[in-house]
């Protein structure tokens, strides 16, 4: 198992998400998809104690009330928060909404299920069909455009969790016991199942990329693999041979890895023409290294499900989902298609940044940044004709940076400190050459350092210009380019290792001249621009 | 009878006919007579209802070690309205049962007779209103397992309508059917209980709502009063085993109603009665294997520790034989009607033939169905037959009886079942003094205060 992690680990160190395994034009590939998501409602799905699955590791059983652990006389109540969570996501993949969907008990015995059965919808799920369009310009998938259909999206329970171990308080002498942790008992969770319509692990890869950021984008559920708020089964078939079902792949990497393994696999199983006495679907599992069997359909369960029988009904309006379509804004890929066009023009990787939520992130989320520079960037238009590239790479390189080092939150910079119209401000001193690109970020660090050592409270109103009268940043306006030479030329002379300057004029070391305007910058605080700089130590080393 | 000496006496009536699981040994220190509604009353309570102050058991080795931290909402409901509970009653296990012989604890004796069974499943609260420990006493009832027990000592055995009172903290047996019911030697105490106990609650998806409530007592108002009360009797219900005694005390009370100008009796028929044994043994068995699916004996009752509990794969088989052998069966029949095939050839068919049953009572009664809102066809106001169909059978013949064939033992439901399909208020009174002859009475859903008027006024 040790052997199996560290293998994991390196596979996607190496960052080889994709398939790195030939496939066979021969053998096609044929996957599908369960992905189980947990929505990050404030309560469980039936009861109304608080949901938070990941409090498990310091607070095991907290978050459990008399229903999530079944005692007997316990009812379910639904929370209609999951309905509405349920319905956006719906919405959001066109999936036909059932006005009456309802929920069934599937029935087995395991440790982690207390009722002995959990409440899913089985026979009127609560939306069937939909689709997500995964394309080669948005996804870098191999078509220029792939369907993805969805076969149903249904709300169900999640199980607690169960923790294996080697000695527990209980158990002081030897062998293993299972402890079970009941925090995660009856959080809610949707159920997604795709079509068979995945040909390659690009595919996947994209898909799960995808739906991750859709799910945050709606503010559904955290969105993660790693910590199982995302859980995914796949269906692997090659060829003729029977679907598999893949279980226990904690992340992408393992999800491809299986994916590889098992199409290897099977196609040894063809080849070998053993597909006769193998034929019948499997569960598999992947343990790092290879997929395992865990049961096959011969001995698989009757899960004997049936109507919930004091559960209503989950009634709904057409004029509901009218209402909550309303709110739903566009697709990632409309945003950043309108970010890359007229009049933002921003390339596809900073459209991205402004529109994908990678993770969820406590300083900001996309969305709020993505209004913070669209405003900025209306601002700073308004008073000037200049290229405004300056803005998102001020915006993304500058302000981002120091928020991180800072740890600011861009809400209460914007709502207490600097507003997007005061960063346009700024942004417009730069360009006018009022004050250099090296003495604003001085600046702008300093300001920022002062607003979260005075704890983000809302300040004075920033007044740029004032500022840098008051630092006395101003750009010298009418350069003396007979005592800037002579200035540059005493800098040259205390360079201690002539090498360096013979480098530069030879062209062997060209970027050195930067350390040159470094020093000049340092010299002539910030007051002279760069470029001024540069120029004059070209001229004096005659350098073209 | 002084709640003290009541108390007193509770070791002797428990000796005599095992009414109780557990009971209490001391008068409460807070026993005052004030103005609440049932103050000074004293209650017992089925032990599937869940009591922070006794074991909640079921009757069951499965649950014999379970206490539970929280009162159900009637237990609460009666606290609050000054009532004094005496003890958790004797049951046959989890609800399943009509003689009261399954049980962990000793069968429960009929004090009309002390060889008599008292009928099941609520036998204990049956026998403490019919020993008079008790002035009333709280059952559930699935299949008739209030009225049941209530014909069979002679006492009143009120169902009211699914969902009228709270079944959070009631153990569930089969919850399209589970009914909280009220027993007692008179109609005022039903009433009073009932008034404590009619109130929506927000923790059971199944109460009744407020707005359905409401539109109830508008409904009620429009009734008119003044025209006479159409009873209907089944043609379904003539059943030729029905034991002589009953039959005559049953033709009695119609000559009784007859005499009054009041009210007219007419014979109706409801085709789908027919069905109904066959539709509740395939529902009631299927939801009670999915409901005790939970007692796995991991986070309470029973769990045997020194045998492996997963044995081939298959999880808790030795802490599941716990059960009793009735129960056993209504799991591997509830599982067997549940299982793919099953669940599309039985278990929707008898929902559908239960859906068929219920449109039929819709067209019978005068008053409309609010859940429904099926429109009448006829105006009958309430119907009636025997509530029980033998006399009580001899304990020590009891057991024969439901062990060589246990449909013998599910035939004694024939009268209640459909009531309980249909979720009808329904009630047994006893017509003829300490006789085992109940009379049921039943009336369409949500027309529980009228059911309980027109038993006012013939008794």
Redesign the interface.
Known sequence: MLRAKTQLISHSLKGKWYSTVAKSAEYKLTCGLEIHTQLNTVNKLFSASTNNPFESISHPNLNTSYFDIALPGTQPILNYEAVLFALKLALSMKSNVNLNSQFDRKHYFYGDQPQGYQITQHYHPFSTGGYLTLSKEFDSIKDTEKKINIIQLQIEQDTARSLHVHQSPLNKTSGEDILIDFNRSNVPLIELVTEPDFHDTLQIKAFIKKYQNLVRQLKISTGDLEAGSIRIDVNVSVNEHPRVELKNLPNTSSIIAAIDYEYQRQMQVLKDGRIEEDAHVETRAWDGTKTTVLRSKESAMDYRYMADPELPLITLDNDVLEEVAKTLSKSADEYIKDLMSEPYHLSMKDAKILTIQNEFNDLYNNEELRQYYVDTFKSYTKDSTASSKIVISWILHELLGNLKKLDIPLKLLSDNLLPPNKLANLLTLIHTKVISNANAKQLLFHILDEFKTSRCVKLEEIDFMTLVKKYDLQTTNNIDYASLEEGCNKILSEIKKPTMIEDIKSGKKKNSIKYLVGLGMRKYQGKIEAQEIETMFKKILHIK | MSLKSMISQLPKVQKDFNIFTSYIKDAPITNRINDTPLSGKVGAIKDN??TKDFP?T?ASNV?KT?N???D?TVVELLKKDGAIIIGKTNLDEFGMGSLGLHTIFEPVRNPLNDNWCIGGSSSGSAAAVASRISDFALGTDTGGSVRLPSAYSAIYGFKPSYGRIS??????F???LDTVGILANDIDTIKKVFQTLDKYD?????SLNVELRDLLKENLLKVNTSDKIKIGIPKEFIQNELAPEIKQTFLKYIESLLKHNKYDVYPVSLPSIRDSLSIYYTLAP??A??N?????G???GTRDTKKPDIIDG???NTSRSNFGPEVKNRIILG?YN???EG?QNN?IKA?QLRVQMIDQFDKIFKFKNILTKNEPIYDIDFIISPTNLNLPPLIHQGSTISESNPLKEYMNDIFTIPMSLAGLPSISIPFVNSKPHGIQICTQYGNDEKLLEFVKDTM
């Open positions: 209802i869940a909640t079921c649950l379970y539970s931290p929280f159900a079944r959070w903290g009631v153990v569930a089969a919850q399209s927000p923790r059971d998806p199944t299927a939801e294997a999915s005790l699916a939970k007692y796995d991991i986070r309470y298959d999880f808790y599982n549940l299982c793919s669940y278990f929902q």
